[in-house]
Every structure is written in structure tokens, then in C-alpha cells.
């Protein structure tokens, strides 16, 4: 048997890898169709201040609602976007749908509507040259001030390469915002913070679990915290989801978080103070 197992493993592994491809072919083919009949929509997660859990800042996420698939998660398709290059005009969709979404808002709840927005933007579209003249036609076209965008980069994003970096720092030359999401959890973290404009930490939901257990993660979020405060930096804790969690975030000084306890991804957040979300201040 262990002699066969070799060329039988190898003709039993070929169409799996054919399959993966032809999955991937299949959902690439389906997303563009999913493009042109306006398949894809945007939700907004609110980023609050703490303690009293006001919305100072939403995130926006994309979605799919595929006719057959039913919802077909981010992080199954945006991966096949960017091998297949749809990320490039689905990633335009996104920082336009969002921007003008924040517009609306800003003139339906004056004061209520949060400060700004970000939106994810992935490696191949930082790479693509004309991105940077994109971002900033959309910001004319919406009349959004460029204060008011966050772009959030991951760091393999950046670290990978190309002309990520020079990107990076054109947007933020626009007056655009730049936030380094999952922070922590890339190649190059600190380093990262000395190569590209950085104006956002967000601190990624590893370093928030489990962090009312004595242990590591308390130390690890003290000291991005410190890292974050001493660069002059805007701390954002990700996937805080219980009120203990918001509590030790605020203890150990960050004063901006985001997570299923103050609100998930919906069409349209409710921009008014509740209450239950406040932290108790310790
Ligand atoms: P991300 O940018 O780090 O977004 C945060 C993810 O964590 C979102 O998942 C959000 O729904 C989820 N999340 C927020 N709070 C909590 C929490 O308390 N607990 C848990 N368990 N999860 C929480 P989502 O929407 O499925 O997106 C996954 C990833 O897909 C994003 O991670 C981002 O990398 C990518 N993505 C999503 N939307 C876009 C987009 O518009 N453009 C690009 N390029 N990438 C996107
Ligand atoms: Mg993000
Ligand atoms: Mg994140
Ligand atoms: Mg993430």
C-alpha cells in the first residue's frame, strides 16, 4: 500500500487542485455577473468612543448576496477578487457607495452622523497606478473632505511590495487617513509604522480575546496602546464583544473600540447614544 500511496495520493490530489481553480473560475465569473445586477451591498459598523460608546467612526464592509449561495462571506470572495482583479472595479463600487453613504448621512443627522469612515482597500488595488487618482475623484465627486476617509491597509498588504508604500503615502498626502488593520497579527508591525504614513492602530481581535484573563494578552494590549499613544496615534480595539472586554480596554487607556458588543455590521446603524453600551467606569 505505501508503495502505490505515492502516485495514488498524486492522482487524487490533481482534481481537488483542479476543483479549488474551478471554483475559483466559477465564483470569479459569478461575481461579475453579481457586479453588473447588483448583487454586492455595503454594511457599516460603528467604531465607538469610550467610555459612553458614542459612534464616533463606522467601517464599511462589503456583502454579497449570491442568487443561489445565499451570503457568501468577505473572506471567501475578496481573496478571489483580488487573484482575478475584480477587487480593482469592486473596490471602486466600495469606496464610492461608502463615501456617498457617509454624504447622506452627514445631512440627515448633522451632529449624530459619525466623523468618518473607513473603507477596507486591498494589495492589488493599491498596487493598481491609478488608484490614488480614484480615491481622490471620488472625494470630489461626493464632496467628501479627505479628513473624513479612513482607507484601512493591512501590513502583509503593504509589506508585499510594488508600489503599495508610494501608494500609501499619496492617499495620505490627499489628507486621507491611513489605518493599519489587524495590527499585530502581519510581518512587520513596528517596522511598518516607520515606512508609511499611520494614522490608526487598529489592534487586532487576537489581542482582545481573553484579555480579562490574567495572562499575556493584557500585556501585549498594554504595550500597543503605549506604542500607539507615544507616535501620536488613534487606537482602535477590533472585536470587542462583552462589556468586560470594554471595560479592560478603557482601564488600560484606549479610548476608541469597534465589535459585536457595541454594534455588528448593519445597512444602516443607529447613530443615537445607548445607553447598555456605556462602559462602567472602574
Ligand atoms: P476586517 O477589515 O478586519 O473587518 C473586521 C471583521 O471582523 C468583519 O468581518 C467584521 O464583521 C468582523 N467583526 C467585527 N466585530 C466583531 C466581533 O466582535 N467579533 C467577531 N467575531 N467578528 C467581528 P467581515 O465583514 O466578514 O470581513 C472580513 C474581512 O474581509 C475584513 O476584515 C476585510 O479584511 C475583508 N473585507 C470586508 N469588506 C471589505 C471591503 O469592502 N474591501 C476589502 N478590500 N476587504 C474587505
Ligand atoms: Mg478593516
Ligand atoms: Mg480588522
Ligand atoms: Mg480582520
Known sequence: AAKEGGSRQHRRYCPELDDRAGEAARLGVEMRMGLDTGQFRMVYQPIV??????????????RWQHPERGFVSP??????????????????????????QFMRWREEHGANAPERISVNVSARQLNEPGFVTVVADVLERTGMPASSLIVEVTETAVFGGGTAVQAVKDIHALGVRIALDDFGTGHS??????????????????????????????????????????????????????????????????????????????????????????????
Open 49 to 62: 468612543a469610550l467610555p459612553e460608546g458614542r459612534t464616533l467612526y463606522v467601517e464599511s464592509l462589503v
Open 189 to 282: 508591525s513596528l517596522g511598518l509604522l516607520q515606512t508609511i504614513p499611520v494614522d490608526v492602530l487598529k489592534v487586532d481581535k487576537s489581542f482582545v480575546d481573553n484579555l480579562t484573563m490574567a495572562g499575556r494578552h493584557a500585556v501585549i494590549a498594554t504595550a500597543l496602546i503605549q506604542v500607539s499613544n507615544g507616535l501620536g496615534l488613534t487606537a482602535v480595539a477590533e472585536g470587542v464583544e462583552t462589556a468586560e472586554q470594554a471595560a479592560e480596554l478603557h482601564r488600560l487607556g484606549y479610548q476608541l473600540a469597534q465589535g459585536y458588543h457595541f454594534g455588528r455590521p448593519v445597512a444602516e446603524p443607529d447613530f443615537t447614544l445607548t445607553e447598555d453600551q456605556a462602559v462602567p467606569v472602574r
Open 75 to 100: 473572506a471567501d470572495f475578496i481573496p478571489v477578487a483580488e487573484q482575478n482583479g475584480l477587487i480593482v472595479e469592486l473596490g471602486e463600487w466600495i469606496l464610492r457607495t461608502a463615501c456617498a
